[in-house]
């Protein structure tokens, strides 16, 4: 289901679906996210959910809410803060309700994603490797307190896109996905970085398990692209230091796909003085990005008792130890 405008006025929740069908049982889904709206808006829970989302709390702070996004590449959410507040809220209500499907390139809302919490260690949301090309949807039971809940891991994502997508904060992700930068490897070749969805550009991988279990180094590889003069790695997770074997493994199997693929000489990519280079270029590249970003927040003057501040400094303290923890590792 792709969502547009035009969105109605007094913060009430609309939406159209796409004129063609994209999956079986297209009316049901129709019928059911239709009642779901008018459940919705009868309860006024546009409203009531208004204050989870950081980027509607932050926006009479232009730079701080500017920034953000831009860090977190969430150009939907840059275009809708010209549009005015009642705009503003209403699609971050619906953009942590969507599923961005890769396979078809569409946004599809899932009505029963309002019931399932996050955790970074179960399954995905989707599963794919069904035969046919079927895809089911995993349920994961755990413990939460004296109850269970259900958890679902909406997709591969760190703490700064979690905080401005869906408002929360997991200490338990381990790694922090890395800001855009380049590396001239060899004088014919240069490495792009990109912010890309590692969800979708990862090598195949199975479910990993909380630490010390996790032994899977194939989370850390991108699906490389090659255009003539340049190498563009769709993602770069940094890991914790207990990955680093895993990350290490990774990244060499990816510099000699790159020797192979333009013919450089064997062991010119491979070899320990590239790997570092690689590790400080995306070490620099977001120490830059998250100074600039604490920055920013301290010229705000927030208010520090609210959630979303409080959130904020959560979020740049994990992010920071992890980059911290990583650098010492660089010497």
Not at 66 to 92: M, R, S, Y
Request: charged share 20%.
């Amino acid at each position: 289901m792709i969502l547009r405008g035009p969105w109605m006025t007094e913060k009430k929740l609309c939406w159209k679906p796409v004129d063609s069908p994209l999956a079986k049982g297209y009316e049901l889904h129709k019928q059911i996210v239709g009642l779901l709206v008018e459940l919705y808006n009868h309860f006024d829970k546009l409203a009531n959910d208004a204050g989870n989302s950081p980027v509607v709390q932050f926006a009479n702070h232009r730079p701080l809410v500017e920034c953000l996004l831009t860090l977190a590449h969430e150009q939907p959410f840059q275009a809708k803060l010209n549009e005015g507040i009642d705009q503003l809220v209403i699609h971050a209500f619906w953009h942590g309700r969507i599923f961005s499907d890769y396979l078809t390139g569409q946004l599809h809302l899932i009505p029963v994603m309002e019931f399932f919490d996050h955790s970074i260690y179960v399954d995905n949301f989707f599963w794919d490797n069904l035969q046919d090309g079927q895809r089911a949807l995993h349920k994961t039971y755990q413990p939460a307190g004296d109850t269970k809940a259900l958890f679902a891991r909406y997709e591969i994502m760190d703490n700064l896109h979690a905080f401005v997508k869906y408002g929360f904060v997991d200490e338990k992700t381990f790694f922090v996905q890395s800001q855009p930068f380049s590396l001239q490897l060899d004088e014919g070749v240069c490495l792009e970085v990109g912010y890309q969805s590692a969800s979708s550009n990862q090598q195949h991988i199975t479910d990993w398990e909380p630490p010390p279990s996790f032994s899977n180094s194939l989370m850390y590889r991108a699906r490389l692209q090659f255009h003539s003069a340049r190498v563009f790695m769709p993602y770069l997770l940094i890991p914790p230091v207990h990955h680093l074997p895993a990350f290490d493994e990774a990244l060499a199997a990816q510099l000699l796909e790159i020797e192979r693929h333009t013919g450089i000489a064997c062991g010119a990519l491979v070899n320990a003085d590239v790997v570092h280079e690689v590790k400080m270029a995306a070490l620099k590249a977001n120490e830059a990005a998250y100074a600039s970003l604490a920055q920013i927040a301290k010229e705000s003057q927030l208010d520090n008792t609210a959630l979303a501040t409080r959130l904020l400094v959560k979020m740049l303290r994990h992010q920071r130890q992890i980059l911290n923890e990583f650098k010492k590792t660089l010497g």
